[in-house]
């Protein structure tokens, strides 16, 4: 395990190994001494477990996947239920409702937070969008802000969060990851989980619709 | 499983099965619709795990115990670590602060708070008090409230925070619970798990002292 103080890195990022978190990793890997992928149960934790550490290895980051058995066990979503649960159509506050997984980003803000405190780590970082706000209440600036607050107070080291894409769109992180000469065909975003990625679940199109905004090519391989 | 809204409950409380948790819960017994004892590995997580069934089952309130393997696993602290690691002395910080267990507050509160939320329970109870202020940064009336904000903001319902000790000593607890009839010799405090309470290590001595300043008799069964 490398030292993050005499390497210089002072933060965890909270690493899905889908492409707004994926970003975050390539931009930040000189300050990152640890990559936490949170595994609670996804349709499509797999697919992107293994694009997470393909990414860690290539940069050389210490990367460890924490599985999370209660949030299957406690709560519900279409998101732990299996590729059929999950909606065909846009994405929109009505149609994604079914896909929120209650508190998601606190809870795992605050597992990391307790890691990086226990590592003299004073900062997280977290990847999410200004297009979440809409559907995802723990993805809101009003959210981050409080949760930083808690995090550095209820801290000896004051641990903090970075979230530097809370407002921005996913265009673009498409296009700060493609300056960076990031492969985005090694993540993965559908919600389904299947091998290929659907191309008709909101969260494909919302990617699809992130690389044409962002006038980048889409290396993504759909079913249809 | 009772359905809380028809039963008037609106609360999720954080139940370690110690003594201001119990107390908390008796207290707000009307108002619980579920308990929620999270079990982290701490050297006497088995002792307060059987006291928190004890209680539940006498009140009637719905009870859930959960594992979480990754304190353990990326943590450390004297209160992980087998009996022979906690400190023996007063409860003061400079021998207490081995037993902080990073960000556990923190942590715990963000998985009862998503457990809300899914149930439809807009408020998780939590018995941290004054007395541990000095020690545990995640006990704070400061970080309680930036938690509470952030809960609020997370969350579709606006899950809240009430803790109601935030401000008073563990001795004003045992007054209250003594009044509310608690039989505290089904509570467990003692840091190092042995059978008996030890009677010497800082929380024992914190447990002895505050029945003593309650002018409440002290029905443990200590060691020495």
Do not use: W
Not at 21 to 46: C, K, M, P, Q, W
Not at 84 to 104: G, K
């Amino acid at each position: 395990m490398q030292d993050p103080k005499t390497a210089g890195r002072n933060s965890a990022i909270i690493y899905s190994g889908g492409l707004d978190s994926t970003t975050l990793l390539y931009e930040y890997s000189n300050r990152i001494a640890l990559a936490i992928t949170f595994d609670y149960g996804s349709n499509h934790a797999e697919r992107e477990i293994e694009c997470a550490r393909y990414h860690c290895q290539k940069l050389g980051i210490e990367h460890h996947v924490l599985k999370l058995d209660f949030f299957k066990q406690f709560m519900s979503s279409s998101l732990l239920s299996g590729a059929e649960a999950v909606p065909e159509d846009d994405y929109d506050e009505d149609n994604m409702h079914s896909t929120v997984v209650p508190f998601r980003n606190g809870i795992m803000l605050a597992i990391a937070c307790g890691i990086a405190e226990d590592r003299g780590l004073d900062s997280v970082l977290i990847a999410n969008h200004g297009g979440d706000h809409a559907i995802y209440p723990d993805c809101r600036p009003d959210f981050i802000n409080s949760m930083d607050k808690a995090m550095r107070a209820g801290t000896y080291i004051h641990v903090g969060i970075e979230a530097p894409y809370t407002n921005i769109s996913k265009a673009d992180i498409v296009a700060r990851g493609a300056k960076l000469g990031i492969d985005y065909s090694h993540t993965y975003s559908c919600y389904k989980g299947t091998a290929l990625h659907c191309g008709r679940c909101a969260t494909c199109r919302e990617r699809q619709e992130a690389f044409r905004a962002a006038h980048v090519d889409d290396p993504t391989k759909y079913q249809s």
